[in-house]
């Protein structure tokens, strides 16, 4: 990561995207982390109706035209997934896998895929429940862990962590024995890798031990990782003020933490592409203008 940043925008929805550009055109420094295929509810779409321009377009078209205006602006997207976000006085420090990067102000765009926490999960997050298996891996040198993956491209971190512990017990949610293998080879054929199709049901901390009830029973290990798209946002910056699962805004999308922002889904319905946009520009403008504050005080 290059210096510290302007903004830190996180998510590649409209609202992240529409942020991006916004800040390209106010000459910020910024950095667009998300997926670089976009927002899968974007791809997914079947037909979009009322986005203005663009009548009854496909999903995955409006996806390449949003790909191609970040083309056009020269907008690079990093393919990382930010892991958490730490207020600093005056900036940020982003935890994006082993890496860290800093910005003097952060736009959440990340959107509401964060699924329901598991019973168990929020008193032993820190306490042997972790959200990322890159960052804690040194931790489990020589012991057990189970990782549950909620999409394919979480199967990485697992084979990072079996690298440095003993046995990795790997289950993925995204797919089912019975409809064929849904691994790779590098998971399914990794001797320190078990892989076993179950549902995690709760999790509790039991004799110095961490517990994964799941359909198949107990699963007893040092550490349970739970490695979804995205977490619940008041996880993924302390302190955050959330109001049934979404980001507490206000008119200008700034939250309750100084030069923290939030735009589209995250901040609440409707859930609309044109609204995420909409939000997304709003965050970036408010955003440019904390910085010039924050710059002209120095």
């Given amino acids: 990561m290059d ?27 910024f950095l667009l982390l998300g997926s670089a295929f976009l927002s899968d509810k974007v791809t997914k779409a079947h037909r979009i109706q009322n986005y203005p321009g663009l009548p009854d377009i496909p999903g995955a078209e409006l996806a390449e035209k949003l790909q191609e205006h970040l083309r056009v602006m020269d907008i690079a997207i990093t393919d990382c997934r930010v892991n958490m976000v730490y207020a600093m006085g005056s900036y ?30 929020d008193e032993n997050l820190g306490r042997g429940v972790s959200y990322c298996a890159t960052c804690d891996a040194a931790l489990y040198k020589g012991k057990e862990a189970v990782v549950v993956g909620y999409a394919p491209k979480e199967e990485a971190d697992a084979v990072f962590l079996a690298e440095l512990a003993d046995k990795v017990t790997y289950i993925p949610v995204y797919g089912k024995e019975e409809s064929g293998p849904v691994v790779s080879q590098r998971i399914s054929e990794n001797p320190k890798i078990d892989v076993k199709y179950t549902k995690p049901e709760s999790i509790e901390k039991k004799d110095g031990k961490m517990v994964l009830h799941t359909g198949l029973g107990e699963m007893v290990s040092d550490g349970i990782f739970l490695l979804r798209e995205s977490v619940a946002p008041d ?16 008119r200008k999308m700034a939250t309750n933490l100084p030069g923290l922002f939030a735009a589209g889904d995250i901040t609440g319905t409707p859930y609309q592409y044109v609204k995420a946009a909409g939000e997304g520009n709003t ?8 910085v010039d504050v924050l710059s002209r005080g120095k």
């Fill in 3 to 29: 210096g510290r940043y302007d903004i830190a925008i996180i998510g590649t929805g409209p609202a992240g995207i529409s942020a991006a550009i916004t800040a390209k055109v106010r000459n910020k420094k």
């Fill in 92 to 121: 940020y420090s982003l935890q994006i896998g082993q890496d860290f990067a800093e910005a003097s102000s952060v736009i959440l765009a990340s959107g509401v895929s964060f699924g329901k926490m598991l019973p168990g999960e």
């Fill in 235 to 250: 996880r993924l910056v302390p302190g955050l003020e959330v109001e049934d699962r979404h980001v507490k805004v206000d």
């Fill in 283 to 290: 965050a970036a403008l408010s955003a440019v203008s904390y």
